[in-house]
């Protein structure tokens, strides 16, 4: 940082990586606060000698600047801290006024804190804030980044799920048949996914091949929580979500059952390949698909969040458990990858649902912006990071948005006059067209009594009909 950066960080009014303090003669207390910070976040500048009034900063200067920098960094690399901090240090002179800057780098051993862990800090727009217990935990569980999910359990390949092993081994096949594990048995093939060492199950195996009831055993409430939401928020909704899925065997189950959704929740115009046949290549799908297999591969599971994806009209939003290993800049800019769980990776990838290099979140950022003209927004704090993907295009309308959602198929001119609980009915009979009374009701709040009388509005409009029995038929919108 030279002469003209410190001026410029001066001038700006929030810094993530950038923090004054006055230290005239002496260290600020506070100055242990901003340490512990930049440690357990993305590093950062401190800068002594600045005195800062409101929005005003003004150069004052330190005395005694070589014992000012001699104290400071013999404290942090003493017994204050329970980690050892190795800073990079420069000095300024302003017209006489000495200014230290010492850089504080990210560590990789967290939680960093001073005297005791109730003194740990994170950094949180331009200040110092104070971790909670559920924060500090997470960063001792990152110090094992990469490495959980390859600890043994006490189950053997008896507690693993024979339907998840041979649906595999079947999608395997059908992708890739010229793959070697193709020709392996059970056994070994589960010994070369490192699902099985030993004779024992490491957890990354039993996570996508266990049965449910065993991977409860040894976590809490296991889950991957998937909700669709009627609006662009709760409040605005007719009800708080019409669809929630949180209840699945395992995360090979999971992901079958989700990206089945989510594929009718993106626009997928249908294409064919040179030889006739469909294909699901396009950037969007493959965007969609990538941050799914991101969530499964990068989610803390010992986190007391879960896993969430939650589809709003305008957005699909994707809450990994867990902070990412770099910030999304480096990874994109050294295409760094370092999977949170490996083994759930290595699943993944030897059926071509995960890239084989790097993180996938240059086909995550590209690929949807190749069709929706606008990028996903990735954020974050030191136990999670989101992904939040616009559905609505440059100069679409939300209204249109709920309409073609809720109701495609339909011919626009039918739309009109609809009620916001009938256009969700007719996308529940669209999605499940053998939804029964109770569960529109259930799912849109209303009586039965009420469902009956919007279906008989339905009906006369023209916009849906009965097939078979009251008991055995079906629902069919009409257009579908």
């Known amino acids: 940082m030279d002469h003209k950066e410190l001026f410029d960080r001066l001038e700006e009014l929030e810094w993530e990586d950038f923090e004054v303090k006055e230290a005239k003669t002496s260290i600020p207390k506070s100055s242990f606060e901003t340490v512990s910070a930049f440690s357990n976040t993305n590093g950062g500048w401190l800068v002594f000698g600045v005195r800062q009034t409101g929005k005003i900063f003004e150069i004052s200067g330190v005395e005694d600047a070589e014992k000012i920098e001699q104290d400071f960094t013999t404290v942090i690399r003493g017994d204050k801290f329970n980690n050892k901090i190795r800073v990079g240090s420069q000095k300024y002179n302003f017209d006489g006024k000495v200014v230290l800057a010492f850089y504080v780098p990210s560590s990789e051993n967290k939680p960093v804190y001073f005297n005791s862990r109730k003194n740990t800090f994170i950094r949180t727009g331009s200040g110092d804030q104070r971790a909670t217990d559920v924060e500090i935990d997470a960063m001792y569980r990152d110090s094992a980044f990469g490495f959980k999910d390859q600890e043994l359990t006490?189950?053997?390949?008896?507690?693993?799920?024979?339907?998840?092993?041979?649906?595999?081994?079947?999608?395997?096949?059908?992708?890739?048949p010229e793959h070697r594990y193709t020709q392996l048995s059970t056994e070994e093939l589960l010994e070369k996914l490192q699902v099985v060492i030993n004779g024992r199950i490491t957890i990354g195996g039993l996570l996508?091949?266990?049965?449910?009831?065993?991977?409860?055993?040894?976590?809490?409430?296991?889950?991957?929580?998937?909700?669709?939401?009627?609006?662009?928020?709760?409040?605005?909704?007719?009800?708080?979500?019409?669809?929630?899925?949180y209840e699945e065997e395992n995360l090979f189950r999971f992901y079958f059952s989700i990206i089945e959704r989510l594929i009718k929740k993106i626009d997928l115009p249908f294409t064919l390949r040179a030889d006739?046949?469909?294909?699901?290549?396009?950037?969007?799908?493959?965007?969609?698909?990538?941050?799914l297999v991101n969530l499964l591969m990068h989610s803390d599971y010992f986190s007391p969040m879960k896993p969430r994806i939650r589809v709003f009209l305008d957005r699909i939003e994707f809450l990994n458990p867990g902070s990412l290993p770099k910030d999304i800049e480096s990874i994109m800019r050294e295409d760094?990858?370092?999977?949170?769980?490996?083994?759930?990776?290595?699943?993944?990838?030897?059926?071509?649902?995960?890239?084989?290099?790097?993180?996938?979140?240059?086909?995550?950022?590209?690929?949807?912006?190749?069709?929706y003209e606008d990028v996903p927004v990735v954020s974050g704090g030191v136990d999670y990071y989101k992904i939040t993907f616009p559905l609505v295009k440059v100069g679409e309308k939300v209204t249109e948005k709920l309409v073609d959602g809720l109701v495609d198929g339909l011919v626009d001119g039918l739309v009109d006059g609809l009620v916001e609980t009938q256009i969700l009915m007719l996308q529940l009979m669209r999605e499940n067209p053998h939804v029964s009374k109770r569960e529109m009701a259930e799912s849109v709040g209303i009586s039965t009594t009420a469902i009956d009388k919007n279906i008989v509005s339905l009906k006369k409009k023209g916009l849906l009909k009965r097939i078979g029995s009251p008991k055995g038929g079906y629902w069919e919108v009409v257009g579908e």
């Open 154 to 176: 006490d189950f053997v390949i008896d507690d693993l799920d024979e339907k998840t092993i041979s649906d595999y081994r079947t999608y395997l096949e059908n992708v890739n």
């Open 276 to 291: 006739g046949l469909a294909t699901d290549r396009q950037p969007q799908f493959i965007a969609i698909r990538e941050a």
């Open 208 to 245: 996508v091949f266990g049965r449910e009831d065993n991977i409860n055993r040894m976590l809490t409430d296991f889950r991957v929580d998937y909700l669709e939401i009627m609006g662009t928020s709760y409040s605005d909704a007719p009800t708080r979500y019409n669809y929630r899925l």
């Open 336 to 371: 760094f990858t370092m999977p949170r769980n490996p083994i759930v990776t290595r699943i993944f990838r030897v059926i071509k649902l995960a890239e084989n290099a790097g993180s996938g979140f240059d086909k995550m950022i590209t690929g949807w912006k190749a069709y």
